[in-house]
């Protein structure tokens, strides 16, 4: 989908969705390849998660660690936040949680 976070990038995902639906269940093998197009025009994207969440953990010990020393920054984070309604940490989970739910998608196809 896309839904920001710089992963998703166009509508392949659900593009690909839509091309299994409209192949006949004999044509299942049209499906696949579908998918595997799609899911190949994303590949250099998907690869950028490899990193993000190789580094997840310590970008969130490291923006606590800023957080607690910087008062202005905190005040600014809690002002998004607010204005956002929600804490940045649910925000920077959202790619990780993303990269999960494309076996699932693949599953439904």
């Not at 993000?52 to 809690?78: H, P, Q, T, W």
Request: proline letters at 5%; charged letters at 15%.
């Amino acid at each position: 989908g896309g839904g920001g976070g710089g992963g998703g990038g166009g509508g392949g995902a659900s593009d690909a969705k839509a091309c299994g639906r409209a192949v006949a269940p004999p044509l299942a093998s049209a499906a696949v390849v579908c998918a595997a197009a799609a899911f190949a025009t994303l590949a250099p994207y998907l690869r950028a998660y490899s990193a993000y969440c190789a580094n997840f953990v310590m970008a969130n010990e490291r923006l606590a660690r800023f957080r607690a020393s910087s008062g202005a920054l905190d005040a600014a984070l809690k002002e998004a936040e607010a204005a956002a309604g929600q804490h940045i940490g649910s925000l920077l989970i959202k790619p990780v949680q993303r990269l999960c739910k494309y076996p699932l998608l693949l599953a439904d196809l």
